[in-house]
């Protein structure tokens, strides 16, 4: 029997000698039903271009390094099935709406700092003394955040985000679902502190909720809701006086 | 390169693509987002015919006549399409939006959704109900 | 341009962002369970004769119209809604590429025409016909 193969068309770009990104084509062995794309890229980076360079880790889809776009769709390249796409070539290029350093690599500076401006980790007023013990929260309470915590940081709601490719300044999906994930915790209690960059102009109301970011998400984070809820929230916090101070 | 930062390394070149005026025409999704956006601009126009009827009834028994023609039914037909479809993806999309709790539990956004269809359905047979029923 | 953007400018709540978003939502309510049943009816079934409608009679329009609850439901129908559609079609123009959508002047064309639209409709309504409470 004639053995299965597929067509890997990869972005290629060496920033020293090449204008633009141009596409190069991999024929390979579809050797086994279970192999994903990123499988695909090991296997022509060991037999057949070792130049050929790209982000992985886990290979499991909890790190997040792996997201490309495979035929126009950010997905993580750990998570997509060759046998979802064959016999059709597969498209493989640097994700979406950032600035390509080489071949499927991307320069994530501008995510990362968008994620930290947001300040994600527990702020207290007051640290607990070591002796009063840990926080407690009920599994209400660990309910409330629990979907915006799974967030791996993919980027692949950023390469979905037609806001965040027409205007590199708006905050994004992950920062802002990261930012109500830390603002719902009942540990945390830096929500005025985070306002000033969710509620800026680069902020939430920049999102006009196209919803592509949870579309993509692998995770179930579900970003646009997290937006639409925080603009409707931080709008609460003007309008009412006293209430809802979430 | 980071402002305000030592470079750590030499500048490597990196490449932008720009995101081209055709990106919504890309995937279905973008599309219909694009649809449901402008949906704005014909129910815009029909409430300011709206007005425009408002106002003729000020020129008196002998000058009122209120629009009749073809053109303007096949016009409100294209721009009901386009109300239809703002209601659909709007009252569905604030079941997402709006979180409220009902006794420490939260109340599940089908139906948040379903009440602002609820809402949509009784408003419009009451405004149906005035409106039909003044005219005889 | 390659690196973090805008993390040297303060950053601070937009809270006139925050209001014409508030606006959007409001209009974008009005709209959505209001307006339908208007076309419907004055734009489909009436002008067709399929069933008798308010502003095809004469007298039963001008009569609707002097009343103050009517007004001022036709107040809130017609003018809360261009705030969603100002809103709306501003942010379209910016997804189409017309980044100028976003400066001040083209929110003070939008929003301002929002505003426009509702004080036109409030003078229509009080002088097209007068204010009855009978």
Same mark, same amino acid.
């Given at each position: 029997?004639?053995?299965?193969?597929?067509?890997?068309?990869?972005?290629?770009?060496?920033?020293?000698?090449?204008?633009?990104?141009?596409? !190069?084509? *991999?024929?390979?062995?579809?050797?086994?039903?279970?192999?994903?794309?990123?499988?695909?890229?090991?296997?022509?980076?060991?037999?057949?271009?070792?130049?050929?360079?790209?982000?992985?880790?886990?290979?499991?889809?909890?790190?997040?390094?792996?997201?490309?776009?495979?035929?126009?769709?950010?997905?993580?390249?750990?998570?997509?099935?060759?046998?979802?796409?064959?016999?059709?070539?597969?498209?493989?290029?640097?994700?979406?709406?950032?600035?390509?350093?080489?071949?499927?690599?991307?320069?994530?500076?501008?995510?990362?700092?968008?994620?930290?401006?947001?300040?994600?980790?527990?702020?207290?007023? !007051?640290?607990?003394?070591?002796?009063?013990?840990?926080?407690?929260?009920?599994?209400?309470?660990?309910?409330?955040?629990? !979907?915006?915590?799974?967030?791996?940081?993919?980027?692949?709601?950023?390469?979905? %985000?037609?806001?965040?490719?027409?205007?590199?300044?708006?905050?994004?999906?992950?920062?802002?679902?990261?930012?109500?994930?830390?603002?719902?915790?009942?540990?945390?209690?830096?929500?005025?502190?985070?306002?000033?960059?969710?509620?800026?102009?680069?902020?939430?109301?920049?999102?006009?909720?196209?919803?592509? %970011?949870?579309?993509?998400?692998?995770?179930?984070?579900?970003?646009?809701?997290?937006?639409?809820?925080?603009?409707?929230?931080?709008?609460?916090?003007?309008?009412?006086? *006293?209430?809802?101070?979430? | 390169?980071?402002?305000?930062?030592?470079?750590?390394?030499?500048?490597?070149?990196?490449?932008?693509?720009?995101?081209?005026?055709?990106?919504?025409?890309?995937?279905?999704?973008?599309?219909?987002?694009?649809?449901?956006?402008?949906?704005?601009?014909?129910?815009?126009?029909?409430?300011?015919?709206?007005?425009?009827?408002?106002?003729?009834?000020?020129?008196?028994?002998?000058?009122?006549?209120?629009?009749?023609?073809?053109?303007?039914?096949? @016009?409100?037909?294209?721009?009901?399409?386009?109300?239809?479809?703002?209601?659909?993806?709007?009252?569905?999309?604030?079941?997402?939006?709006?979180?409220?709790?009902?006794?420490?539990?939260?109340?599940?956004?089908?139906?948040?959704?379903?009440?602002? @269809?609820?809402?949509?359905?009784?408003?419009?047979?009451?405004?149906?109900?005035?409106?039909?029923?003044?005219?005889? | 341009?390659?690196?973090?953007?805008?993390?040297?400018?303060?950053?601070?709540?937009?809270?006139?962002?925050?209001?014409?978003?508030?606006?959007?939502?409001?209009?974008?309510?009005?709209?959505?369970?209001?307006?339908?049943?208007?076309?419907?009816?004055?734009?489909?079934?009436?002008?067709?004769?399929?069933?008798?409608?308010?502003?095809?009679?004469?007298?039963?329009?001008?009569?609707?119209?002097?009343?103050?609850?009517?007004?001022?439901?036709?107040?809130?129908?017609?003018?809360?809604?261009?705030?969603?559609?100002?809103?709306?079609?501003?942010?379209?123009?910016?997804?189409?590429?017309?980044?100028?959508?976003?400066?001040?002047?083209?929110?003070?064309?939008?929003?301002?025409?929002?505003?426009?639209?509702?004080?036109?409709?409030?003078?229509?309504?009080?002088?097209?016909?007068?204010?009855?409470?009978?």
């Amino acid at each position: 029997m004639a053995e299965k193969r597929v067509i890997i068309k990869a972005t290629r770009f060496d920033p020293d000698r090449d204008e633009a990104p141009r596409v !190069q084509s *991999y024929d390979i062995p579809f050797a086994d039903e279970s192999m994903v794309v990123l499988d695909a890229l090991n296997y022509i980076k060991a037999h057949v271009d070792g130049s050929l360079s790209y982000r992985w880790s886990c290979r499991m889809g909890i790190c997040g390094s792996c997201g490309m776009m495979v035929n126009g769709t950010p997905k993580l390249t750990c998570n997509a099935f060759l046998r979802d796409y064959w016999p059709r070539p597969i498209v493989v290029e640097p994700l979406r709406n950032f600035p390509v350093i080489r071949d499927l690599v991307i320069d994530m500076d501008d995510f990362m700092h968008k994620l930290k401006s947001i300040q994600p980790w527990i702020i207290r007023k !007051q640290e607990l003394p070591l002796g009063a013990g840990e926080h407690r929260q009920t599994t209400a309470q660990v309910d409330e955040y629990r !979907q915006f915590s799974q967030c791996i940081n993919c980027m692949l709601c950023y390469a979905a %985000c037609p806001v965040y490719g027409l205007n590199n300044e708006f905050l994004g999906p992950a920062a802002t679902a990261l930012a109500r994930r830390y603002n719902l915790d009942s540990r945390d209690e830096g929500l005025k502190l985070r306002l000033p960059v969710i509620a800026s102009s680069e902020g939430i109301w920049e999102c006009s909720f196209v919803g592509e %970011c949870s579309v993509v998400c692998p995770k179930g984070v579900d970003p646009a809701k997290a937006i639409q809820q925080t603009k409707l929230d931080t709008t609460m916090r003007f309008v009412l006086p *006293y209430g809802n101070r979430e | 390169m980071s402002a305000g930062e030592a470079p750590v390394q030499t500048a490597t070149r990196t490449y932008r693509p720009s995101m081209g005026m055709g990106w919504w025409l890309r995937k279905g999704h973008y599309f219909w987002y694009v649809v449901r956006e402008f949906t704005a601009l014909p129910l815009a126009l029909w409430l300011l015919w709206f007005l425009v009827e408002i106002k003729r009834a000020g020129g008196g028994a002998a000058g009122y006549s209120p629009h009749g023609s073809t053109a303007f039914v096949v @016009f409100s037909a294209v721009c009901l399409l386009f109300a239809l479809y703002h209601s659909i993806t709007f009252l569905s999309l604030a079941g997402v939006i709006i979180h409220v709790k009902v006794l420490e539990r939260p109340v599940s956004s089908r139906l948040i959704v379903a009440s602002q @269809f609820g809402l949509w359905a009784v408003a419009s047979i009451v405004i149906g109900a005035v409106l039909i029923g003044f005219g005889r | 341009m390659t690196g973090p953007v805008g993390h040297a400018r303060t950053q601070r709540p937009a809270l006139a962002h925050l209001f014409w978003w508030f606006m959007f939502a409001q209009g974008g309510v009005i709209a959505a369970v209001l307006i339908p049943v208007h076309i419907l009816v004055q734009g489909i079934l009436g002008p067709l004769k399929v069933v008798p409608v308010a502003d095809r009679h004469y007298d039963t329009w001008v009569t609707l119209l002097g009343n103050p609850i009517v007004k001022l439901y036709l107040l809130v129908l017609i003018a809360v809604p261009f705030f969603h559609f100002a809103h709306r079609l501003r942010y379209l123009l910016v997804d189409m590429g017309v980044g100028a959508a976003k400066s001040v002047p083209a929110q003070a064309v939008f929003y301002g025409g929002a505003v426009a639209v509702t004080a036109i409709t409030i003078w229509v309504l009080l002088t097209t016909v007068p204010l009855s409470l009978g």
